[in-house]
């Protein structure tokens, strides 16, 4: 089916990634099933991964459906891009409509794009795995596609000032091959972490690794946080939030 929508967005992608002089290098991409379903599972340690994560199945003259957050849907052009881009909105607060969509998706030879960590990861390490993935896989009896995104976080990432314009930041994108769910959702997860954690190490070792660069994880002499650190970070974040949300008490 045509979708005029999603190919001009397409378009507009590949002229920012020449505008901006990014440089992105693609591995394994043959490992995106050139037709029917499959879960595509990204790391995510930027706002912008989802842009080289959608040219490397484009590569493939594959679409690649996102699931995005629901509130994203007041912003009138967004809501509008949503619906033409047959993206998945997501509510967190409650997300079995998104769930139901997604493995319906997939049912129908789609490929859904999901998060595992959900957030932004500040460590640029990865988190510890929701189980939506898992799921939706063997709900619809589709493979899981591992891919890593490498050196986004450099462009625009949480806590961290934006390098936007013609930065030349040269960005990795590697899909691991095609793993096929385990009836069990505990050890799909787990055989999912380990080989994007194995395509993550194997991606940043031909990657520069300039000593105490902020968005460089402190495991290979970056300045980023640790995972407990990053953790305790997310927290107070979500604390703050939460009280900004809670009315004052009338004194």
Avoid at 60 to 69: E, N, S, V, W
Avoid at 160 to 181: D, F, M
């Amino acid at each position: 089916m045509a979708e005029p929508i999603y190919r001009a967005c397409e378009v507009l992608a590949q002229f920012l990634v020449r505008a901006t002089g990014t440089r992105i290098t693609f591995m394994g991409e043959q490992n995106i099933p050139a037709q029917g379903g499959a879960v595509v599972a990204i790391n995510h340690t930027s706002y912008v991964d989802f842009l080289p994560a959608g040219l490397a199945i484009r590569r493939r003259h594959r679409r690649l459906r996102f699931m995005i957050k629901a509130e994203m849907q007041r912003v009138k052009i967004v809501n509008f891009l949503i619906k033409q881009n047959g993206a998945i909105p997501v509510d967190r607060s409650s997300g079995a409509d998104a769930y139901v969509s997604a493995v319906h998706a997939l049912q129908e030879g789609e490929l859904v794009a999901v998060y595992p960590e959900a957030t932004i990861s500040r460590s640029f390490e990865l988190k510890d795995f929701k189980t939506g993935a898992a799921r939706m896989a063997i709900e619809a009896g589709v493979p899981i596609v591992p891919l890593i995104v490498w050196g986004a976080q450099r462009i625009w990432t949480k806590g961290l000032p934006r390098q936007l314009g013609r930065k030349k930041v040269p960005v990795t994108v590697a899909v691991g091959p095609p793993l096929q769910a385990a009836p069990h959702v505990a050890r799909t997860n787990d055989v999912l972490r380990e080989s994007m954690t194995v395509l993550l190490e194997e991606v940043q070792q031909d990657y520069p690794r300039p000593a105490g660069e902020l968005w460089l994880p402190r495991r290979l002499g970056g300045g980023a946080p640790t995972l407990d650190e990053a953790a305790r970070m997310d927290a107070e974040e979500t604390a703050a939030r939460a009280a900004r949300r809670t009315p004052r008490q009338s004194r």
